[in-house]
C-alpha cells in the first residue's frame, strides 16, 4: 500500500539507495508523540514488578480499568494517583517508544481479526519505515501517561530525554516532530517551558487534529456523562462511557481541553438544560449555560458523584484544584512562541458533525435535580470539524502550512491525503511527483499568505 512512497522503490531491503541520492539512514529523525488514549498503559505490581496492560485492552477491559486505572488527584504534587496502592501505572518503552502508540492492543487474537479500533499509529509507522526510516535510528515514538497534566514534570522530562536520544542516534540532525490530538498540546506545552531545548533539537513541527483552543462538546460531556472511544457492538467488550467518566473527573489533561473562554469562537459553545425545579411545578425551563458559567453547572451536577473501590464510597466532584492548575495550563498554551528556526504544519479533519453545544433532558422528560445529567444521555448541536475537535485549525502560529483533510480524529493518522502531505513536508516528495490521484483529490479553496486550505473533493 504504501511501498513505493512515491518514489518508485520497492518496501524491502536496508539501506538501500533512494532516488535522490541520499541512503535510508540520512533521513532526518521523526518523532510520533501520541494523544489522549494513544498510549498503551501497564500496572506493574510494585512488590514484583510484574506487568499487566490495562489500557488498552478488549478483554476484561473494564474490569482491569477499575481495578487499575481509576484514581484521584492528588493536588499536593499535581498528579493524578492510582486508588491501587498496590501498583504504578507506567508506559512500556519498547521498540523506541514506537511499541507503545502502534496497536494498543497488540494480543495476537487482535492482529489475526484484525480489529482496527486499536490500531492507532500503527499505519503511519509502516508507511515511514516503507519510506527508509529506521527504528531507533531515524524513527521514535512517545507515548506517556494521559491522565496527567499536559506539562507536569515527569511527561515533560520524557519528552526532553527522547528529542535528545533521536537527535544523537541520527548522528545531531535535528528531529522532526509528528503530532497527534492531544499530543499537541503537550508539545505546546513543552515549546513553552524549554523553548531553547524545543529550538535546538526540532526542525519540524507537524500536528494532527489537535484541539489548540479546546473541544467545547466533547470535553463538556466528558466530564458530565464520559467518554466513548469505540462505539456500536464492539463497545460491549471495551470499557463503559460511566466506568470511564471516574476517571476522567479526576485527569488533568481532561480540563486541560476545556473550550478556551478567551478565543474568538465562531458560534459560542454552551450547556443547555431542560429543567423542571420541583414535582408539583409543571412549568419547564431551558437553562443555557456558556463557558464560564458552565463551572457552576459542573459543580451542580457532579456534587454527588462517587466511586466505591474496595468496599470504601470515593466522592469524585468537580475538582476546582484541578480547575485551577488548567487554568494556568492554559495561560502557557496562550503564550506559546513557535520558535524562528522550527517550521510548523498542521493537518485538521473537516466534514464530520463535531459536538459543539450539549443539551441534556428535553421539554417532554427535563432535569428536577442536576444531579440526573450524569446518567442522561446528550443531544448535541454540530459544527464542522473531524467528529472530536474543531479548533485545530487555531493554533495561533506562523504556519507553513494549514490543510483542512476530510477525516475523522482518530482516522487522520491512517489518511491516504495526510500521508502525501507528510511525505510532501518530509522532503520525500516533490509537488510534481504527487500522484494524479492525490492532484484530483486535493485542491485548494482558500489562500492567505499565513494560511493554506485543503479538502477532498
Not at 500500500?1 to 518496501?11: A, E, I, T
Not at 502557557?332 to 450539549?358: C, E, Q
Given at each position: 500500500?504504501?511501498?513505493?512512497?512515491?518514489?518508485?522503490?520497492?518496501?524491502f531491503g536496508r539501506h538501500r539507495r533512494l532516488r535522490d541520492g541520499s541512503n535510508e539512514a540520512d533521513r532526518e529523525?521523526?518523532?510520533?508523540?501520541?494523544?489522549?488514549?494513544?498510549?498503551?498503559?501497564?500496572?506493574?505490581?510494585?512488590?514484583?514488578?510484574?506487568?499487566?496492560?490495562?489500557?488498552?485492552?478488549?478483554?476484561?477491559?473494564?474490569?482491569?480499568?477499575?481495578?487499575?486505572?481509576?484514581?484521584?488527584?492528588?493536588?499536593?504534587?499535581?498528579?493524578?494517583?492510582?486508588?491501587?496502592?498496590?501498583?504504578?501505572?507506567?508506559?512500556?518503552?519498547?521498540?523506541?517508544?514506537?511499541?507503545?502508540?502502534?496497536?494498543?492492543?497488540?494480543?495476537?487474537?487482535?492482529?489475526?481479526?484484525?480489529?482496527?479500533?486499536?490500531?492507532?499509529?500503527?499505519?503511519?509507522?509502516?508507511?515511514?519505515?516503507?519510506?527508509?526510516?529506521?527504528?531507533?535510528?531515524?524513527?521514535?515514538?512517545?507515548?506517556?501517561?494521559?491522565?496527567?497534566?499536559?506539562?507536569?514534570?515527569?511527561?515533560?522530562?520524557?519528552?526532553?530525554?527522547?528529542?535528545?536520544?533521536?537527535?544523537?542516534?541520527?548522528?545531531?540532525?535535528?528531529?522532526?516532530?509528528?503530532?497527534?490530538?492531544?499530543?499537541?498540546?503537550?508539545?505546546?506545552?513543552?515549546?513553552?517551558?524549554?523553548?531553547?531545548?524545543?529550538?535546538?533539537?526540532?526542525?519540524?513541527?507537524?500536528?494532527?487534529?489537535?484541539?489548540?483552543?479546546?473541544?467545547?462538546?466533547?470535553?463538556?460531556?466528558?466530564?458530565?456523562?464520559?467518554?466513548?472511544?469505540?462505539?456500536?457492538?464492539?463497545?460491549?467488550?471495551?470499557?463503559?462511557?460511566?466506568?470511564m467518566h471516574q476517571l476522567l473527573v479526576e485527569c488533568p489533561s481532561i480540563y486541560e481541553m476545556l473550550p478556551n473562554?478567551?478565543?474568538?469562537?465562531?458560534?459560542?459553545?454552551?450547556?443547555?438544560?431542560?429543567?423542571?425545579?420541583?414535582?408539583?411545578?409543571?412549568?419547564?425551563?431551558?437553562?443555557?449555560?456558556?463557558?464560564?458559567?458552565?463551572?457552576?453547572?459542573?459543580?451542580?451536577?457532579?456534587?454527588?458523584?462517587?466511586?466505591?473501590?474496595?468496599?470504601?464510597?470515593?466522592?469524585?466532584?468537580?475538582?476546582?484544584?484541578?480547575?485551577?492548575?488548567?487554568?494556568?495550563?492554559?495561560?502557557?498554551?496562550?503564550?506559546?512562541?513557535?520558535?524562528?528556526?522550527?517550521?510548523?504544519?498542521?493537518?485538521?479533519?473537516?466534514?464530520?458533525?463535531?459536538?459543539?453545544?450539549?443539551?441534556?433532558?428535553?421539554?417532554?422528560?427535563?432535569?428536577?435535580?442536576?444531579?440526573?445529567?450524569?446518567?442522561?444521555?446528550?443531544?448535541?448541536?454540530?459544527?464542522?470539524?473531524?467528529?472530536?475537535?474543531?479548533?485545530?485549525?487555531?493554533?495561533?502560529?506562523?504556519?507553513?502550512?494549514?490543510?483542512?483533510?476530510?477525516?475523522?480524529?482518530?482516522?487522520?493518522?491512517?489518511?491516504?491525503?495526510?500521508?502525501?502531505?507528510?511525505?510532501?513536508?518530509?522532503?520525500?516528495?516533490?509537488?510534481?511527483?504527487?500522484?494524479?490521484?492525490?492532484?484530483?483529490?486535493?485542491?485548494?479553496?482558500?489562500?492567505?499568505?499565513?494560511?493554506?486550505?485543503?479538502?477532498?473533493?
Open positions: 500500500m504504501f511501498g513505493d512512497c512515491g518514489l518508485g522503490l520497492p518496501s529523525p521523526v518523532l510520533l508523540v501520541s494523544g489522549i488514549g494513544g498510549s498503551i498503559l501497564n500496572s506493574r505490581q510494585k512488590k514484583n514488578g510484574s506487568l499487566l496492560r490495562v489500557w488498552v485492552r478488549i478483554l476484561f477491559s473494564n474490569y482491569e480499568f477499575k481495578k487499575c486505572l481509576w484514581s484521584i488527584y492528588n493536588k499536593k504534587t499535581g498528579y493524578t494517583e492510582t486508588l491501587n496502592p498496590d501498583i504504578d501505572v507506567v508506559v512500556p518503552e519498547d521498540d523506541y517508544g514506537l511499541y507503545a502508540i502502534d496497536i494498543l492492543d497488540p494480543s495476537w487474537w487482535v492482529k489475526l481479526l484484525h480489529i482496527t479500533d486499536v490500531y492507532h499509529f500503527h499505519e503511519m509507522i509502516e508507511m515511514l519505515i516503507d519510506c527508509g526510516y529506521k527504528k531507533g535510528t531515524t524513527l521514535f515514538g512517545y507515548g506517556y501517561d494521559f491522565r496527567q497534566s499536559n506539562r507536569i514534570d515527569k511527561a515533560m522530562d520524557g519528552l526532553k530525554m527522547k528529542l535528545k536520544t533521536a537527535y544523537k542516534a541520527s548522528g545531531g540532525q535535528k528531529v522532526n516532530v509528528i503530532s497527534h490530538s492531544m499530543g499537541g498540546l503537550l508539545v505546546q506545552c513543552f515549546m513553552y517551558l524549554h523553548k531553547d531545548v524545543f529550538a535546538k533539537y526540532v526542525n519540524k513541527w507537524i500536528t494532527i487534529a489537535t484541539p489548540f483552543q479546546g473541544a467545547p462538546g466533547c470535553i463538556n460531556d466528558s466530564l458530565l456523562t464520559g467518554l466513548q472511544f469505540i462505539y456500536g457492538f464492539k463497545s460491549f467488550f471495551f470499557v463503559s462511557r460511566w466506568t473562554p478567551a478565543f474568538k469562537w465562531k458560534e459560542q459553545p454552551m450547556i443547555q438544560v431542560w429543567r423542571k425545579y420541583t414535582e408539583g411545578d409543571e412549568s419547564v425551563k431551558l437553562e443555557v449555560y456558556k463557558l464560564l458559567e458552565s463551572f457552576d453547572l459542573f459543580r451542580g451536577a457532579l456534587r454527588d458523584n462517587e466511586l466505591t473501590y474496595n468496599g470504601k464510597s470515593v466522592a469524585l466532584p468537580f475538582n476546582l484544584s484541578i480547575l485551577k492548575w488548567a487554568a494556568g495550563t492554559r495561560q502557557m498554551l496562550d503564550n506559546a512562541k513557535l520558535p524562528d528556526s522550527v517550521d510548523f504544519y498542521n493537518i485538521y479533519g473537516i466534514s464530520y458533525d463535531t459536538p459543539h453545544t450539549v443539551c441534556y433532558g428535553s421539554e417532554e422528560s427535563p432535569i428536577v435535580d442536576l444531579p440526573e445529567i450524569c446518567h442522561t444521555m446528550p443531544e448535541y448541536s454540530y459544527v464542522d470539524g473531524d467528529g472530536t475537535a474543531e479548533s485545530a485549525e487555531a493554533d495561533g502560529f506562523n504556519a507553513k502550512a494549514r490543510v483542512g483533510v476530510k477525516g475523522e480524529h482518530r482516522a487522520l493518522l491512517k489518511n491516504e491525503i495526510v500521508f502525501k502531505l507528510i511525505k510532501n513536508w518530509l522532503g520525500l516528495t516533490q509537488p510534481s511527483q504527487q500522484s494524479a490521484h492525490f492532484q484530483k483529490k486535493v485542491k485548494v479553496v482558500n489562500v492567505f499568505p499565513e494560511l493554506i486550505l485543503a479538502k477532498e473533493s
